[in-house]
């Protein structure tokens, strides 16, 4: 019996098992928010954290202002150069930004971004960091990677019309002239494709004419224009949209809707013989995943920094003094500021945060946080007692995507465990609050305004549809968010903030450099994924160690 099949047949018998038995209702649901202090973050916006004197002055060769994963890649580059005289300072209790994992009732599971898709060759940083790690590695001649790593299989499935069905493109029941657009859309991606350059980092890639044109129109208003009408397939093209950059079609701009497939796998209707999302090898690309998700990533960042990695601190002022520059930072466990100074900095802030950190911001700087729009997002992890009974279809899968809802289903923690007895496990929910066809409210104060319940109750009715037996299972459910998770790649986006990240000078080649500063955050190349962000702290770690040297 194949791994699949087994993981249906144990799942449904032990849900079976369950439903029959005359059990006492359970206890009620524990939980909370935790992962982020939103407190002291709204006390630096508020000004509440400055202070005119610092109580201790520090020094080191180089500041870097922000602990996610731009600012981890730049410590990395800084270390392989031979520097190690500098200090990572980060906001929160741990580095990793939108990356982190944790656990819930001991089992890990991840607090944002939950996979990385194995990278192509203009991702040569990120390749590097993976054979580091012993992720890659040359076999006879070829590039593999490790199979525990890879996702298992099943990858992903969609419940729809009642049913589970194998990967995320609506497949079940729909007629010949939904499955003539699937083929038209595959079509059109492969055009665009071979006539325009999409990478990923996208500081790779040269911003054309072309890539403006797409830039310049909403996603929904380019599906109009090429005849685009069919629910189904605008159903999953605002679904993947939401999923990666937190903001629907009709938010996000051409470029970024065509980007999402034309930079890594394509798109594949269904019987597309290169390998589709819904054929008889149904799942996307390799991808590489951990029970805490990309948290795994940035503890493996952060192991080697020991103490030049300071956590708690709410830096509240950059600025380029005579022969170097001054960074205040707040420390919350001393309740004390203090002031180091460098002879350089790299600012892995996002840009409305650096914007307001840095004195006398830079043109480049305040173009890019006059432009840049953030996403909310919630990440819910629901310990489980027990397994699920489950639907008819397709079989449980490390993703699970339920159609026409307002999250985005939900990822099991436990799916790349080696032992597949089904037993109790963490279910990680995303919920997307950027503007869509489904939230047109402010997000980020629904976001923190709602108590944790309401995110609660919206869950258990959510994942309630394909597991009614969930309610029963639930013990806890901890809750994180994120207030401006990713920037949205809005229309005009690209054409404000493009011809701008790159400077001229060798050394900085891909940096946002403006004197003493480098900039390196993933909202330099407007929207927050991975590659982006190490790839452009990495290329700013460099810059700086060049200068350096």
Known sequence: MQRREFLGVAAGAAGALALAGCESPPPPIEGGFTGIDVARGHAMRDGALKSSQPATVKRTRV????????????????????????????????????????????????????Y????????REVQDLLEELGLRRRVAGRWEYDEVTLCHSPQERLFFRGEWQDGLLPVHGVGEPTLA?????AQRIDALQHAAHFAIPTLKVAVTPELLALDALTFAGWLDSEGFSDAQLRWYLDYCCRDDYGAGIAQVSAWAGIHYFASRH???????????????SPERDG?????????????????????????GQVVTRIAEVRGGVEVDAWDAATKSLVRWQAERCIVALPVFIAARVVENPPEVLKT???????????????HLRGPLADRAGAAPSWDNVIYGTRGLGYVDARHQSLDPTPRGTVLSWYR??????????????????????????????????????????????????YGHAMSIPRPGLLAQIGPQRTAPDGAHRGS????????????????SIFEEAFTRGHVAGTGVAGVAA
């Not at 003493?516 to 929207?527: C, K, N, T, V």
């Open 116 to 123: 990385l898709p194995v990278p192509g060759d203009d991702a």
């Open 287 to 311: 991808i590489l995943t951990w029970p805490e998700g990309n948290g795994w990533l940035t503890k493996q960042l952060a192991r080697p920094l020991g103490e030049r990695l300071r956590t």
């Open 181 to 185: 657009q699937y083929r038209q859309f």
């Open 432 to 481: 997307p609050l950027g503007p869509s066809g489904y939230d047109t409210a402010d997000g980020r104060k629904l976001l923190l305004e709602r108590p944790w319940t309401g995110w609660r109750d919206e869950l258990l009715a959510e994942l309630s549809v394909p597991h009614p037996d969930l309610p029963s299972l639930a013990t806890r459910i901890d809750i994180t968010r």
């Open 512 to 527: 946002v450099v403006a004197g003493r500063l480098s900039f390196a955050h993933a909202d330099w190349s407007g929207y």
């Open 368 to 382: 890019a946080a006059a432009h840049v729009r953030y996403a909310p997002w919630l990440v819910a992890n629901v």
């Open 63 to 114: 500041v870097i202002a922000g602990g996610g994963v731009a600012g981890l890649g730049a410590a990395r580059a800084l270390r392989l150069a031979g520097i190690d005289d500098f200090t990572l300072l980060e906001l929160e209790d741990a580095a990793g930004g939108n990356a982190r994992g944790g656990s819930v009732n001991g089992i890990a599971c991840p607090l944002g971004a939950h």
């Open 266 to 280: 394509g798109f594949h209707a269904p019987g597309d013989p290169t390998g589709s999302v819904n054929d008889a």
